[in-house]
């Protein structure tokens, strides 16, 4: 399931600020410094309503900023030159507007176009400055010091810009990763169905079969194969509903509290209860264990166990074989399996059994999807005719070391 959203950070919080946020205070701060400004510079007679409405007006322009920054930047120094031509105080609050209209063009607007618009912008308020006041004349340390503290403003636009786009970058990479985790787990889940219901619905279609035949002429046989159905289908249906849970919300609301386990849950504990039902079904399967038994890493032990199921329905359903055989191989790191039947006896009808056996399963199933469930752990699988007839399907898989297995990535 995938995880929440993460809260934003830093100049992602900055960003996910609503534009009143930033424009509200900034119009405090403007028209309440003022007032002292003008006393300072003994203007105080200069200050009046359309005073006011001008320092109210640069931080209004500021609420598109996101959207507009160029045009909002050009705004906000058409108001602060008219504030100027106007002849108010000019050392006060009123050059906020400014910088953070340089500071948001930076960081949302063309980077080109934003630092030639900010220097443009900054040149035509010192200009302004230079022209209407008495007490300011623009000389080269004016300059030097307007042109530093501008340089001071883009470089800290540009740090927040290239920390927010690395923060993004890092949000998608993490969505990405969250829906191919998703896939992965539906494909999962697809196989697991696709296991389960070929491996009980094959045994149901076969003893149906028999009982069909026998019914009339042999009721007791007929008897036990309609009683080896009634119990295939009682296991079929509680392996999917176990499986669909996995589907289903944990908690009812949609919300995964971690209680439930997060794929269905197969392994070769398993293993005695399917060759059970193997026997039932009239298939004499013997099992042979080389090693000491050992639990396996969580992808493993279910791939190993689906192995062996789909070798022995294949078997059942298209071999017409007598018998069969399991073999697991604990080794020091890697599980050896071997599915060996007796098959029609000779070579050519167990390929023949083969063949037929990869075709009905589709594309991605049988034999297919025994191959990739194995490659995906970093295994190897072969399946064919042996050389004295019958069929087997072969398997390694690492048991460490190899590929990070499926359940082991959290």
């Known amino acids: 399931m995938a995880a929440p959203p993460r809260a934003p950070r830093g100049p992602m919080l900055l960003a996910a600020l609503p534009p009143y946020a ?23 007679g200069h200050v009046n309503a359309l005073t006011v409405l ?43 507007s400014v910088v953070v209209a340089v500071f948001n063009a930076v960081l949302h607007g063309p980077r080109l176009l934003a630092w030639l618009s900010a220097w443009w912008g900054v040149a035509v308020v010192l200009v302004v400055m230079d022209l ?17 503290w501008l340089t001071l403003i883009l470089v800290l636009a540009e740090i927040v810009k290239a920390r927010n786009e690395r923060m993004a970058q890092a949000e998608t990479a993490r969505a990405e990763q969250t829906k191919r985790q998703a896939s992965e787990e539906r494909l999962r889940i697809a196989r697991e169905v696709h296991d389960v219901l070929a491996h009980h619905v094959s045994l149901i279609n076969v003893q149906s079969g028999v009982a069909l035949h026998l019914i009339d002429e042999q009721p007791e046989q007929a008897r036990q194969a309609l009683s080896a159905i009634k119990q295939s289908s009682k296991e079929v249906l509680v392996e999917l509903r176990n499986i669909l849970g996995v ?22 504990d ?36 689906r192995i062996v199921q789909e070798s022995l329905t294949n078997t059942y ?32 009808a167990a390929a023949s ?25 970093g295994g190897t699988l072969t399946a064919g005719p042996r ?24």
């Open 22 to 44: 930033v424009v509200i205070p900034l119009a405090v701060i403007q028209v309440g410094a003022t007032f002292p400004a003008a006393y300072f510079q003994e203007l105080t």
């Open 54 to 96: 001008l320092t109210l007006l640069g931080p209004l322009c500021l609420l598109r900023r996101r959207s507009h920054p160029l045009p909002t930047l050009a705004a906000v120094v058409v108001v602060t030159v008219g504030y100027l031509l106007l002849r108010f105080p000019v050392f006060g609050p009123v050059y906020l």
């Open 132 to 148: 209407v006041s008495a007490t300011y004349t623009l000389g080269v340390a004016q300059a030097a010091f307007a042109s530093a």
């Open 247 to 268: 589907l289903q919300d944990v908690d009812g609301n949609g919300r995964d509290d971690g209680s439930a386990p997060r794929q269905p849950v197969a392994s070769l």
């Open 270 to 305: 398993q293993l005695d209860r399917l060759l059970e039902r193997m026997r039932e079904a009239g298939l004499p399967v013997n099992l042979d264990i080389e090693g000491d038994r050992r639990p396996l890493p969580s992808g493993v032990d279910a791939a190993a166990l």
């Open 317 to 348: 359903r298209h071999a017409g074989p007598t018998q069969a055989t399991v073999v697991l191989s604990y080794l020091p790191e890697e599980l050896r399996i071997r599915v060996d039947d007796n098959g029609r006896g000779d070579a050519s």
């Open 353 to 377: 059994a083969a063949s037929t056996a990869a075709s009905s399963m589709g594309s991605g199933h049988g034999l297919t999807g025994m191959r990739q469930r194995t490659e995906a752990l």
């Open 387 to 410: 050389p004295g007839g019958g069929f087997r399907v072969a398997a390694a898989m690492p048991t460490r070391g190899g590929r990070r297995t499926e359940g082991e990535s959290e």
